[in-house]
């Protein structure tokens, strides 16, 4: 065991700390009770000021002279404060995803810097009239005419903003500060929040509760009151009023003093959400998402400090909202893969939800029509409450479906990205003043290659996940990014010989053109990563969009995920499939979420709806439930899979993801690690790889992946501690190793 003879620490937790860590000795009478994590004193600068620190790092060796390193003072004790929190979130998220303590701690603070905070100053009369017009009468009218005309203010109002008197009477900051000094006047400050602009318009509803809903309702209140309220599921099929139950439950936090974060999915919905929950709670909501200004970060951060907000709605950095008294976390679109962070540490927001809410005593609430096996799952095993919306808010019906077959199309000689069947109803839309959605789905989209003719799409013998299409020089392979299963790359479909065997590269660019090719007087709107490059992009295209300035809104999974517009009546899934060709193993989990939230957009008003799923496989279990809005029947059949194959929720995943500049050192690595993985563990892991990752090479850095299984994460959990222990990559400095748990793709 190392001797505890140094730590690395943070300096408080202000943001502009975070880049660095200082190092200091630990004394003797601490080596035994400190421990990473902890609030120590140091002596800090050239006048060894007494200051609160973070202990990040503990060692037995020192990069620096010893009679350079100042000790450690003390080990803090005192209540749990805010800051407390955060270092003891940071500090799980280090072992829960195997990141440094840093690079957790940069994750849990949403402000990275401070920011100047606005302040707002007022001048106030400090003396009675006649006083004041003695001070005018005796002043020199030439030498003090900036004096003579604050004062003159003065007499006919009691008070008059600082930038004004600087501004329009032309008085310097020296002539203010003297009357001040002077006792004439006298200067309040207050402090100003910056907020983001709000400008899309929330309607006033009178809203009529389903018997469902409060059940609902009644259920998750009695589980907010319980010591330990828990995880509740709000499984509600679309437009079954979710919404209205988080705002609902909201207040009930709120009349019991505690505050609330609203977890959503994409910017996009941000503002709508904004809007239900600002009608019914007005000033005491805020946002906090990635494209607001840093001031605007800041007052949000310093308003959820100082209890001058409730309420904070945003994506998955909303979490981390210092609320002293939090009473409920909600989950919005709680399936969505953009709750799962991409970059160190590889969090997945709901599990780092149900750890805080654990800790603070809060109600986690996963609201979602097409809930993830994982969170489904743990409801059938009781793991969590379920609480079901199986009907339609009002008179609004789910629409009809319609599922084209575009191989027939293809044959019949329609090579349009438009089936007959969508084009005769956009027809009738649009002569009937109605508008429509239309939906690319290009979630996923890695290089596969699938048959027009007949659908078929190749896949990994062993895997079971489609086969990406690799290029290397002259020679193209079909390879498998679990397993790392190789074979050559063929130009005709092996299962019916059809020469239509290749990518389909359709974007939403290409889909608008198209449209106004067919329909030359339509109003469009377009709305992916091209259209909506600031935060007020969103707010203006759905703005326009809810206001009926346009008559169709094209777009990526962002249009469908959330969105109530009363008068789109028709939705059309331009290319259903492109997702299930994934090489993923939740790739038919995705596609019926995706097909299923899109058709969820359609006839939520007076008017019913149809949507039309264009698909080259009709038949594909996914697609099929998707089209009947059946999540338990699609459930049953992909929880089927997952258990013979091995996959979460069943079972738990681990991957080690390797990179390197150096391609021959990362892949030697690789082995060796797959190797010493192989040697210490027993049979029941199950350990696939080394294999090229999915992307071989990323701004020319080579990546491998390893997948290990097991049933218990606990058990994976320790492989990676074991892993970091070990010394395994000490002749490996140029490369890089990754932890993802239960990954949301393939690397």
């Known amino acids: 065991m190392k001797e505890k003879k140094y730590a690395g620490v943070i300096v408080d937790i202000s943001h502009e700390a975070l880049d660095r860590t200082f190092e200091y000795k630990i004394p003797n009478e601490l080596r035994e009770v400190i421990s990473e994590g902890m609030e120590v004193e140091i002596p800090f600068g050239a006048g060894n000021k007494i200051r609160s620190a973070y202990v990040v790092s503990i060692s037995d060796t020192s990069v620096w002279p010893e009679e350079k390193l100042k000790s450690i003072t003390a080990i803090k004790s005192k209540n749990i404060s805010l800051e407390d929190k955060t270092m003891e979130l940071a500090y799980w998220m280090k072992h829960r995803y195997g990141c440094t303590l840093i690079s957790a701690m940069q994750t849990v603070l949403p402000v990275k810097k401070k920011v100047k905070a606005l302040e707002y100053k007022t001048i106030y009369r400090n003396v009675d009239i006649s006083s004041l017009e003695e001070l005018i009468n005796g002043a020199n009218p030439y030498r003090a005419a900036a004096r003579i005309r604050l004062m003159s203010y003065l007499m006919e109002g009691e008070y008059i903003p600082y930038d004004l008197a600087k501004d329009k009477l032309n008085v310097s900051d020296s002539v203010i500060k003297t009357l001040e000094k ?15 602009a709000i400008t899309m318009k ?17 259920g998750m209140k009695a589980k907010m009151a319980s010591d330990k309220p828990g995880t509740a599921l709000l499984y509600g099929i679309t437009g079954s009023g979710k919404t209205t139950v988080y705002i609902e439950l909201i207040e009930e936090a709120i009349k019991n003093g505690k505050q609330a974060i609203v977890l959503i999915p994409e910017i996009a919905l941000t503002f709508q959400m904004l809007m239900n929950f600002y009608e019914r709670f007005g000033e005491r909501v805020a946002v906090m998402h990635s494209k607001l200004s ?7 951060y310093e308003q959820a400090r100082n209890g001058k907000i409730d309420i904070v709605i945003g994506p998955r950095s909303a979490l981390f909202t210092p609320f002293r008294n939090l009473g409920i976390i909600v989950i919005d679109e709680e399936h969505e893969t953009s709750y799962k962070s991409e970059k160190m540490p590889k969090y997945n927001a709901r599990e780092v939800a149900s750890h805080i809410a654990d800790r603070d005593g809060a109600l986690l609430v996963l609201g979602s029509a097409t809930p993830s096996l994982e969170s489904y799952y743990a409801s059938l095993e009781g793991e969590y409450d379920i609480f079901r919306l199986t009907k339609r808010n ?17 044959k019949e000689g329609n090579k349009s990205f438009f089936s007959r069947k969508l084009k005769e109803l956009m027809t009738e839309r649009i002569a009937r003043g109605q508008q429509i ?14 048959c027009r003719e007949c659908g078929y799409v190749m896949k990994c013998p062993h895997c079971d996940v489609s086969l990406s299409h690799h290029k290397s020089g002259q020679q193209e392979t079909m390879v498998c990014h679990y397993c790392g299963y190789e074979t050559p790359y063929l130009k005709t479909c092996p299962k019916c010989g059809s020469k239509y065997f290749a990518g389909f590269r359709a974007g939403t660019e290409k889909i608008e053109e198209e449209l106004k090719k067919e329909y030359p007087s339509i109003r469009i709107l377009r709305m992916d990563r091209d259209t909506t490059r600031s935060k007020e992009d969103y707010d203006k295209i759905l703005s326009a969009f809810a206001a009926k300035e ?31 060709s994934a090489s993923d193993y939740r790739a038919s989990e995705r596609t019926f979420q995706l097909i299923t939230q899109c058709a969820g957009r359609a006839g939520r008003g007076d008017q019913p709806g149809d949507v039309v799923i264009q698909t ?37 995943m681990l991957s080690l993801q390797i990179m390197s500049d150096n391609d021959s050192q990362a892949g030697e690595f690789a082995k060796k690690l797959a190797d010493y993985i192989r040697y210490i563990t027993s049979d029941d892991y199950m350990v696939n790889g080394p294999a090229r990752g999915a992307l071989t090479k990323v701004n020319d850095i080579y990546r ?15 492989l990676k501690d074991n892993i970091e222990d070990c010394g395994i990559m000490d002749n490996y400095k140029k490369v890089s190793l990754w932890y993802d748990f239960d990954p949301s793709g393939s690397f």
Request: a negative charge.
């Open 202 to 218: 929330a309607a006033s509803k009178n809203i009529v509760l389903s018997d469902e809903q409060v059940a609902a309702i009644e």
């Open 437 to 450: 959605m239309l939906f690319i789905n290009r979630r996923g989209y890695a290089g596969f290659v699938s």
């Open 616 to 652: 080259y496989r009709p038949d594909d279990y996914s697609i099929v439930h998707a089209s009947k809005q059946d999540y338990e029947a699609f459930y049953e059949e992909e929880i089927l899979y997952r258990s013979l194959a091995d996959y979460p929720p069943v079972c738990h």
């Open 550 to 580: 346009a008559d169709v809104l094209i777009g990526t999974q962002m249009i469908v995920k959330g969105h109530d517009f009363p008068g789109v009546t028709l939705v059309g899934v331009v290319a259903a499939d492109l997702s299930l």
């Open 394 to 410: 009002g008179k609004a019906m789910l629409p009809k479906v319609h599922t084209v077959d575009m191989r027939r199309e293809l």
């Open 182 to 196: 002077n006792k004439v006047i006298r200067i309040e400050t207050t402090r100003e929040y910056r907020k983001p």
């Open 704 to 718: 491998y992946v390893i997948y290990i299984k097991h049933d218990n994460i606990d058990k994976l959990i320790s």
């Open 294 to 300: 840093d001031g605007e970060k800041f007052d949000q």
